[in-house]
């Protein structure tokens, strides 16, 4: 109170007549319409964070592979959940090249399943340090993103810690790039694969 002005002013009446005008549209910038597919990613990561009890959410963040049935049940999550139309459910699923790879985008690879498909790479005893850094580096991105394209071996942060060419034989890295497809293979439904 002791900001307000303790002068007394004299009040102001008006006799203003509202007229309504004819309606027009009118077009607003930067405005577009229809869901935030980076909000509504945000909304489904949320949801699906506090029902990771699920049967299919389990089978497919421990690298199980998917039936038709989980992806149905996943798709009936999502739609329980509110945080998306039918549309953006599939708008989704179509830029990530498929619902289960949206989905396992969104909640990532379970660390103890990523470790069990490279454990051939992280003994110790049989590759070197920079080998099995390197390997350390490809399951923690598995765990935070659920998947990996191959090309990112090749690609920084791996190629801080040595080239995955140069670090492993040919056949080593044929090997590491066909785990990463199979463990992206796992989460598209035999029979739509």
Sequence with gaps: MRLADSARRNPVYTDFVDELGEASAIELAMVTPGTDLDRFRQKAAA??????DHVALQRLRRNRQLTPEDLAALEQMLLASGTGEPQDIAAAAEQT????????????LDRQAATEAFADYLDAATFTVNQVRFVELVVEELTANGMMEPGRLFESPYTDHGRADLLFTDSQVDAIVATLRDIKARAIPESVA
């Design 47 to 52: 949801y699906l964070v506090r029902h990771q």
């Design 97 to 108: 090249g498929g619902l289960g790879l949206f989905i396992r985008s969104l909640v990532g």
